[in-house]
Antibody, heavy 115, light 107 residues
């Protein structure tokens, strides 16, 4: 069974950089796209971006100037960096497998931005 | 961006009922449409892909239809475990946008 395990800092101050990493186990890492999605408390889902095994990435234009997604093939991991965070970036962040869909998801990480 | 308009935003139903949730895209998405179920504090669960294909392990009381701009999720014979929030997502063109969600509550 494919499993995604994510981790990273949960409390940030405004202007800091959000960093999360997702490790994939139990299935193939190559041949898939890997996505980040977020959900502000009590709100809907927002696609942040995705990346494939070869490092080809795509981002939501609303976040493109601040976001970077990278992949570490040797560790079956992919990572999210979001620069210059503000209170509006407070959300549960999920990693998931797939491009334009998500058939397997991480457990979610609540990241709070507060001074 | 493709806008996904999901309706209703909330729905009350009883165990055993049949319910339908709809998603309308702002442009045609050629059946690149997925449905998810989410319970409080949990990650979304993948139910249906390509508008009508049931993900492995998902009960057959869930079904999806649609084409072009309009898509529906139907849940037959509601079970207690089905009361949750449901989201659609278009996978046709990035950014891959979601509907705003439908909260299905017990009447």
């Amino acid at each position: 069974q494919v499993q995604l395990q994510q981790w990273g800092a949960r409390l940030l101050k405004p202007s800091e950089t959000l960093s999360l990493t997702c490790t994939v186990s139990g299935g193939s890492f190559s041949g898939y796209y890997w996505s980040w999605i977020r959900q502000p408390p009590g709100k809907g889902l927002e696609w942040i971006g995705d990346i494939n095994y070869n490092g080809n990435s795509d981002y939501n234009p609303s976040l493109r100037t601040r976001v970077n997604i990278s992949v570490d093939k040797s560790k079956n991991q992919f990572s999210l960096n979001l620069r210059s965070v503000a209170a509006a970036d407070t959300a549960v962040y999920y990693c998931a497998r797939g491009r334009g869909y998500g058939d397997f998801w991480g457990q979610g990480t609540l990241v709070t931005v507060s001074s | 961006d493709i806008q996904m308009t999901q309706s209703p935003s909330s729905l009350s139903a009883s165990v055993g009922d049949t319910v339908t949730i709809t998603c309308r895209a702002s442009q045609g998405i050629s059946s690149h449409l997925s449905w998810y179920q989410q319970k409080p504090g949990k990650a979304p669960k993948f139910l249906i892909y390509a508008a009508s294909s049931l993900q492995s392990g998902v009960p057959s009381r869930f079904s999806g239809t649609g084409s072009g701009r309009d898509y529906t999720l139907t849940i037959n014979s509601l079970q207690p475990d089905d009361f949750a929030t449901y989201f659609c997502q278009q996978g046709y063109s990035p950014p891959f946008t979601f509907g705003q969600g439908t909260k299905l509550e017990i009447k």
